[in-house]
């Protein structure tokens, strides 16, 4: 299995500024994803992290708001921009070769 | 696109008893089921899977079932301890084209278990 990590693990933030998500894996993954997950709720899938080409969007999240980089096999960001308090929400990674996916610890963000 | 639907939302069992949790996903292209535990404040962590073309699986306390002609599976834990208590996610994915690597997992609602001493 993969060993996920995410920076940092939480963080509290005005509203109008940016934060930069972390995302590393002990291993090459082929696969890398981001998820949103509001307290007591399940996850939702912002995008799909393409190694060497833009990311994937799901309905409802676009580039300008969820910016993410993904340089090499090891490793992803995701930028939540412009942040409101409607952002405020744990932002989850996870990464898989093959069938598994497994997910890093997790981003606890609050937006005041 | 997908959709996973998952129910209860919520189960109460006392210690010993059997759980069982359903779900049901839209696309009969999904082959990948993948069943998470979440504890609180914790990353979801991966209990179980199955893929389309078997249709048990079974690893001690915990089995899953799946059955594709209905498009639903379930997740089946016996002999609960109170350590079982969390929240269960199900998931469906497909496979990426042109590839044998499994996609973007789509989740189910959850459902907290309560495992009672």
């Known amino acids: 299995s993969a060993v996920i990590s995410q920076k940092p693990s939480r963080d509290i933030c005005q509203r109008g500024t940016s934060l930069t998500i972390q995302c590393q894996v002990d291993s090459q993954v082929t696969m890398m994803f981001w998820y949103r997950q509001q307290p007591g709720q399940s996850l939702t899938l912002i995008a799909t992290?393409?190694?060497?080409?833009?990311?994937?969007?799901e309905s409802g999240f676009v580039i300008d708001k969820f910016p993410i980089s993904r340089p090499n096999l090891t490793f992803s960001t995701l930028t939540v921009s412009n942040m409101s308090p409607e952002d405020s929400s744990i932002y989850l990674c996870?990464?898989?070769?093959?069938?598994?996916?497994?997910f890093g610890p997790g981003t606890r963000l609050t937006v005041l | 696109g997908e959709n996973v639907e998952q129910h209860p939302s919520t189960l109460s069992v006392q210690e010993g008893d059997s759980a069982v949790i359903k779900c049901t996903y839209s696309?009969?292209?999904?082959?990948?089921f993948p069943w998470y535990k979440q504890e609180l404040g914790k990353r979801p962590q991966l209990i179980i899977d199955?893929?389309?073309?078997?249709g048990e699986k079974k690893d001690q306390r915990i089995a899953v079932t799946l059955n594709k002609t209905a498009k639903h599976f379930s997740l089946h834990i016996t002999e609960t301890q109170p350590e079982d208590s969390a929240v269960y996610f199900c998931a469906a994915a497909k496979p990426i084209h042109g590839s044998s690597n499994t996609g973007k997992l789509i989740f189910g609602q959850g459902t907290t278990l309560q495992v009672k001493p």
């Open positions: 996870s990464a898989g070769t093959g069938n598994e996916q497994f």
């Open positions: 199955i893929r389309s073309n078997v």
């Open positions: 992290a393409n190694q060497g080409s833009e990311a994937t969007y």
């Open positions: 696309d009969s292209a999904s082959n990948y």
